[in-house]
């Protein structure tokens, strides 16, 4: 159950329904920097799978990341030579800098990219983008660590790669097994929450990303790659692990002090099926019974590692009630996220003050039993003390859990439900089908989706760096018809 009162910012998950066969489904990115030499035969190469295998409209995105080389003029000249090919020119380099101009540009409503070198085997893009489309899943990465990967690259980079996604699992608590391959992919609506979230510009860009993804709540979807190592990759692999070790600090400062608006990335209340009610079984009170123990569990052996080493230097009383304090603070912390599925920061103070009072009840039990104990012996055991607060402590856990589940975090289904509905009635647009973001504020709510206009054709001319994300949220949403190969192009130009 979740009790996070915003209704969210994301449109529910749905499959991409009946659109223009002919309008770009996907648009995959390729951040190069000085590959004249690699770019034209990668590009050729990607069209013709693309254009064999894909059942949907393409478009194939070269970004240039300031190469100071030929590049530039292999990308023009692909651009002429390929309707599909789309070229892009940065002044600043960094490839999360090029992913995030030419995603907030482009309108398809599934965004990709992939390296230049196409490491990754292109028989994994299909299966990479198809739960994006059915509206499964919100991001989609291929992973090179899954046990069905097969791989070829050398000892050190094998060695390093391990190492940066154990040490994000171990800071970060992330559970996707590949931060770095480099194929990965995006629905369009989430992009454009997403995105002003993300601060790193370079290769840290792509990890960033996922971890506010994840710790929002989003889907994930990984996919088994099989990747060959290019032998002439021009990434500086020291500054560049020095640089990401700096982000994941970076990220968990701002995590640990709740500084990231994650609640903007929430989708609407019942997107959720465990937000729904359900005949004959429980509205989420075996879960959140199961996790409220579990977090109790942990909560009670951090009280009493805590009393015991402030009872070293204060008397009993002192130190239960510092003791119950902290685990207080940590307890209501843990059941909001765990057991309640509250998400974001909203609410977190006024939880927090009630999770006080719940507190002082506690230690009212727990002082009162500590307070028996003393006029029924002069000088108790330690372990006597200990036995008598465990006993208390274990009436208030069940007095705890019924107070967070009636008062503090209680199910404002009924509120949410008509904050949902005043939420999305369609705003009047008089004038036209898209809307610009241009002036908002990065975090503010997005703009309503406007109903029956079909997604508008591409046009080149307003893809340019540092245009806002302008577009019909209506393309989110549309059902694509499958186009099959050559149905609709020549392809004597190759």
């Not at 705890?400 to 008062?407: E, I």
């Amino acid at each position: 159950m979740r009790t996070d009162s915003s209704p969210g910012n994301l449109p529910a998950r749905e499959h991409l329904p009946a659109g223009d066969a002919g309008t770009p489904v996907l648009d995959v990115v390729i951040p190069v920097y000085n590959e004249e030499k690699d770019l034209q035969p990668c590009v050729l190469r990607l069209h013709d799978h693309l254009k064999r295998t894909f059942p949907y409209a393409f478009r194939i995105t070269i970004a240039d990341n300031a190469s100071t080389d030929t590049t530039p003029l292999v990308s023009r000249r692909l651009e002429t030579e390929l309707p599909e090919v789309r070229a892009f020119r940065l002044e600043q380099k960094g490839r999360g800098r090029a992913l995030r101009t030419v995603w907030s540009a482009s309108e398809a409503p599934i965004l990709a990219y992939m390296d230049v070198d196409l490491s990754t085997d292109l028989n994994a893009l299909l299966p990479l983008v198809a739960p994006l489309i059915s509206g499964h899943s919100d991001l989609a990465i291929g992973s090179r660590l899954s046990r069905s990967s097969r791989v070829v690259r050398g000892a050190k980079r094998e060695f390093i790669s391990r190492s940066y996604n154990l040490i994000l699992r171990g800071s970060l608590q992330a559970r996707f097994s590949d931060a770095q391959c480099g194929f990965k992919a995006i629905r369009r609506d989430v992009a454009q929450v997403l995105l002003p979230l993300v601060e790193d510009t370079g290769w840290f860009f792509d990890t960033e990303m996922l971890v506010l993804a994840e710790r929002a709540g989003l889907r994930i979807h990984e996919v088994p790659v099989d990747w060959v190592d290019d032998p002439d990759s021009t990434v500086h692999i020291v500054r560049t692990a020095t640089d990401d070790l700096k982000g994941v600090w970076r990220v968990g400062r701002a995590l640990a002090t709740g500084s990231l608006p994650l609640d903007r990335l929430a989708r609407p209340f019942g997107d959720d099926p465990r937000d729904r009610e359900i005949k004959d079984v429980p509205n989420g009170l075996a879960r959140q019974l199961v996790g409220f123990c579990v977090v109790g569990g942990l909560s009670t052996l951090f009280y009493l590692l805590l009393y015991s080493g402030f009872r070293v230097f204060a008397g009993s009383q002192i130190a239960n009630a510092l003791a119950l304090l902290v685990s207080a603070i940590a307890n209501t912390a843990a059941n909001r996220r765990l057991t309640f599925g509250v998400r974001g920061r909203g609410g977190a103070v006024r939880h927090q003050a009630q999770g006080l009072v719940v507190f002082g009840i506690g230690l009212a039990l727990t002082s009162g039993s500590l307070a028996a104990l003393n006029a029924a012996s002069s000088d108790p055991a330690h372990s006597t003390e200990l036995a008598v607060l465990i006993a208390a402590n274990l009436a208030a856990t069940v007095l705890r859990f019924l107070l967070f589940r009636a008062w503090v975090f209680p199910d404002r289904r009924d509120d949410i439900d008509s904050t949902i509905v005043a939420s999305h009635v369609p705003a009047p647009n008089p004038s036209s089908p898209t809307y610009s973001m241009a002036g908002q504020s990065p975090y503010g709510p997005l703009p309503q989706r406007p109903t029956g206009t079909p997604h508008p054709m591409y046009d080149t001319d307003r893809f340019r760096a540092g245009e806002a994300a302008d577009g019909n949220w209506r393309e989110a949403t549309m059902q694509l018809q499958p186009v099959r190969p050559h149905d609709t192009e020549s392809r004597e130009y190759r």
